[in-house]
Nanobody, 120 residues
């Protein structure tokens, strides 16, 4: 199982970006997919997540500006980021809790980071 994140880039204050995270490989089920970020000199923090049942969670700092959405047919999750601020500058990481097979327990997977830079 691999997670491939894409969509990062550089934008100005107030701009938008859409991140994508696609799961590839063989697996039985995706339980949760989400996004975390790590700003320079800071710890990695939660941004947003969505469960297989459609339950969505957001960090307070992004509520109303970021939207997480799935494309179940493509095993992909998107993070639409609007009204970006310089403090949103970070490396964004995709995360998923996946059951690889009927005989294995759930595992936590991470994609490579995609860098987001917001200039003032």
């Amino acid at each position: 199982v691999q997670l491939q994140a894409s969509g990062g880039g550089s934008v100005q204050f107030g701009g938008s970006l859409r991140l994508s995270c696609a799961v590839s490989g063989s697996f039985r089920a995706i339980n949760v997919m989400g996004w975390y970020r790590q700003a320079p000199g800071k710890q990695r923090e939660f941004v947003a997540s969505i469960t297989s049942g459609g339950t969505i969670s957001y960090a307070d700092s992004v509520k109303g500006r970021f939207t997480i959405s799935p494309d179940n047919a493509k095993s992909t999750v998107y993070l639409q980021m609007n009204s970006l601020k310089p403090e949103n500058t970070a490396v964004y990481y995709c995360n998923a809790d996946i059951k690889p097979s009927a005989f294995l327990r759930n595992n936590d997977y991470w994609g490579q980071g995609t860098e987001v830079t917001v200039s003032s």
